[in-house]
């Protein structure tokens, strides 16, 4: 795989129950050029059952499952330490996208805007 525009980073541990809305969340983006790297923390619910699936369906889902838990921030640097992308998108796996086109907006301002560092997203809570 080329390198990716964006590294979406998901680090997750015992979302089993939310993480297919996520991941479909990514998936279903207008913007294509991304990774999404999911980092298991070990978990112990449905997580490596539903990433089995996930990952043969689209060779953009890199996915690793920790043998021990690293703990939350270990876990964000983890998957900050293999993002292969030119910018990073957190996305936790109890979070979703609600825009198909999140991903183009946050990356069309990045690249017309070489002032601007750091993009987000009105959330809902």
């Not at 990952?55 to 900050?80: E, F, S, T």
């Not at 198909?100 to 990045?110: A, D, E, G, Y």
């Amino acid at each position: 795989m080329n390198t990716p525009q964006i590294s979406v980073c998901m680090p997750t541990y015992n979302y089993g129950r939310y993480l297919s809305q996520a991941i479909e969340s990514v998936l279903s983006q207008s913007f294509a050029d991304f990774e999404l790297l999911i980092a298991d923390d070990c978990s112990y619910d449905s997580t490596d059952e539903i990433m089995q699936k996930y990952r043969r369906q689209d060779p953009r889902i890199a996915y690793i499952r920790h043998d021990k838990n690293l703990g939350m921030v270990p876990n964000w640097n983890y998957c900050l330490r293999h993002a292969k992308g030119k910018y990073i998108k957190f996305l936790f796996g109890d979070d979703f996208f609600t825009s198909p086109q999140t991903l183009q907006m946050m990356f069309s301002v990045m690249e017309n805007d070489d002032s601007i560092s750091l993009v987000s997203t009105a959330r809902r809570i």
